[in-house]
């Protein structure tokens, strides 16, 4: 199946790749931008066609039956943002004490235009000690971008400053919905 999912993302659908980045065996890919339900397809499209596997987080309200069965098998894992939880630290701890753990997070949080970054997927891998790949998908050049492993140092707001301005040039497939 891998082989026909390459031919679908890199001949058919046109896109290539520039990634230098391995995969660790503990990782958080922190993708974006984040601008169109088609950022979910391409993701896991490139997922497929590269032959690994990470969870991801999505809003509750998509997982209702027959979707919420898809979405659990492919890897997501519902975000109850009315609930006040502790998913970060949850994760965090998940990530601490299983072998594997691998979690695709879109900062923004939403499809729509925010300045503001969700700060979770960056707790998460300080807490847990693992690196975030910095992930973009970039409409304009058909591209799917990867050239750096951020290690999190505890200096949240210099820290986001640093990732925020990774992705500056990269264009979603609605560019007007993306802000740093």
Known sequence: MRRFWKWML???MGWTKEVTETHP???IIC???HTSNWDFIMAMLYR???GFRTCFLMKK???FWPLGSIFRYLGGIPV???KTTRM???LAEEAKNTPGFALTITPEGTRSLTDTWKRGFYFIAFEAGIPILLYALDY???LIYCTCTFIPTGNVEADMAEIKQYYKDFKGKHPEKFAI
Do not use: G, T
């Open 88 to 90: 970060s630290q949850q």
């Open 10 to 12: 890199y001949d058919v």
């Open 48 to 50: 497929w066609a590269e």
């Open 140 to 142: 304009n050049k058909k």
């Open 31 to 33: 993708l974006a931008p």
């Open 25 to 27: 065996d503990k990782y």
């Open 80 to 82: 109850y943002r009315s």
């Open 61 to 63: 309200e998509w997982f």
